[in-house]
């Protein structure tokens, strides 16, 4: 008779404990408001940003690097350049989202990327977190790569269809970009909530009784590592930083 064995996952190389990376999110999430110097603020935005370089998340990184690099030079020639009070409520507006909220954001990003659902349960529960957290955490946790490969097969049969922007198509009928894009996405986003709900519940997530998880989580030398760096400099740029 074949004995069944469990296999653990095991990821090599850097890694954060979930808990760690929470401890992050807060810690951006709050320090942006903190404080408005620009070496502050940068310190807080390479957090996020070099754990996505670790994570092989690159795309996200440029993308976000040359979002929060356009940010501090607008904000840098902002006073010296008289714009109309319309266009500087906007530019302010703007500059503001993406220097103090999109660090959280990509933050954010960056711990959905990197932590499965499982990880995160077995964090939580660590953290005596009650289950009417747990299981919507673990539902969004499987809820947005889900809504990811959904919206790429919707792109590609638009894509048979040549219904996409600029497209002879498109410019003949503009709200078939809506009929084709948008409602199937709003459709797929309401089963798909429902399927993952069901599915959370059949595992047995709602069961009063403590799980077992054969997930590892725990603490390594590279949470220690990862919170004195990121502490060490958030503390020299907030009282020693002259700019």
């Given at each position: 008779m074949e004995q069944l064995q469990a296999v653990v996952e095991t990821r090599s190389g850097f890694r954060l404990d979930p808990r760690t990376k929470l401890l992050l999110m807060a810690v951006v999430a709050t320090a942006e408001f903190l404080y408005s110097h620009t070496a502050f603020m940068i310190a807080v935005a390479l957090i996020p940003f070099v754990l996505?370089?670790?994570?092989?998340?690159?795309?996200?990184?440029?993308?976000?690097?040359?979002?929060?690099?356009?940010?501090?030079?607008v904000q840098a020639v902002q006073n010296s350049i008289q714009f109309p009070m319309v266009i500087n409520m906007l530019v302010v507006l703007l500059v503001g989202l993406v220097l103090r909220l999109f660090p959280a954001f990509v933050m954010g990003a960056y711990i959905i990327k990197s932590t499965t659902a499982s990880e995160?349960?077995?964090?939580?529960?660590?953290?005596?977190?009650?289950?009417?957290?747990?299981?919507?955490l673990s539902v969004l946790f499987r809820f947005i790569p889900t809504m990811q490969e959904?919206?790429?097969?919707?792109?590609?049969?638009?894509?048979?269809?040549?219904?996409?922007?600029?497209?002879?198509?498109?410019?003949?009928?503009?709200?078939?970009?809506?009929?084709?894009?948008?409602?199937?996405?709003?459709?797929?986003?309401?089963?798909?909530?429902?399927?993952?709900?069901?599915?959370a519940l059949t595992r047995g997530l709602d069961n009063p009784v403590r799980r077992t998880n054969i997930t590892k989580v725990g603490f390594t030398g590279w949470d220690l590592i990862t919170v004195l760096i990121a502490g060490t400099a958030l503390i020299i740029t907030y009282f020693f930083s002259p700019w």
């Open positions: 996505l370089l670790t994570n092989r998340q690159y795309k996200t990184a440029i993308v976000f690097f040359c979002l929060f690099t356009a940010g501090l030079f995160c349960i077995t964090a939580l529960g660590r953290m005596h977190i009650g289950r009417q957290i747990t299981i919507p959904e919206s790429a097969a919707i792109k590609d049969a638009m894509r048979m269809r040549e219904v996409q922007f600029g497209t002879k198509k498109f410019w003949q009928n503009p709200a078939a970009l809506i009929e084709y894009r948008f409602i199937p996405l709003m459709i797929s986003v309401v089963k798909i909530g429902d399927d993952l709900s069901a599915a």
